[in-house]
């Protein structure tokens, strides 16, 4: 399957985005899908998944309560709305893709989007 992310940008603090991963090529309800951040000098990190059919959610805990992970399988699509937004958001944000939960979360994942630029000025 392949991944095409998108909807980042320059935002100020307190601002809202939408990520947008857009799928192609498989069958989008059978993978879990993840989001995923690196920042300059960082090591890629898990920001939230959603599970095949959308039943469950999970994030990382600097996300919570802020970030929304959703799906729609009859498009083949998944968004991660981001609220709130602050400087430690800043970061390039990937999607990813896997047909196992543990596997996506460890960031082992079979499928990655090229990533898309969130930055967050204070």
């Known amino acids: 399957v392949q991944l095409q992310a998108s909807g980042g940008g320059l935002v100020q603090a307190g601002d809202s985005l939408r990520l947008s991963c857009l799928a192609s090529g498989g069958t989008f309800s059978r993978y879990v899908i993840g989001w995923f951040r690196q920042a300059p000098g960082k090591e890629r990190e898990f920001v939230a998944s959603?599970?095949?059919?959308?039943?469950?959610?999970y994030y990382a805990d600097s996300v919570k309560g802020r970030f929304t992970i959703s799906r729609d399988n009859a498009k083949n699509v998944a968004w991660l709305q981001m609220n709130s937004l602050k400087p430690e958001d800043t970061a390039v944000y990937y999607c990813?893709?896997?047909?196992?939960?543990?596997?996506?979360?460890?960031?082992?994942?079979?499928?990655w989007g090229q990533g898309t630029q969130v930055t967050v000025s204070s």
């Open positions: 959603v599970t095949w059919s959308g039943g469950s959610r």
């Open positions: 990813a893709a896997d047909q196992g939960l543990q596997t996506l979360i460890k960031g082992q994942g079979a499928y």
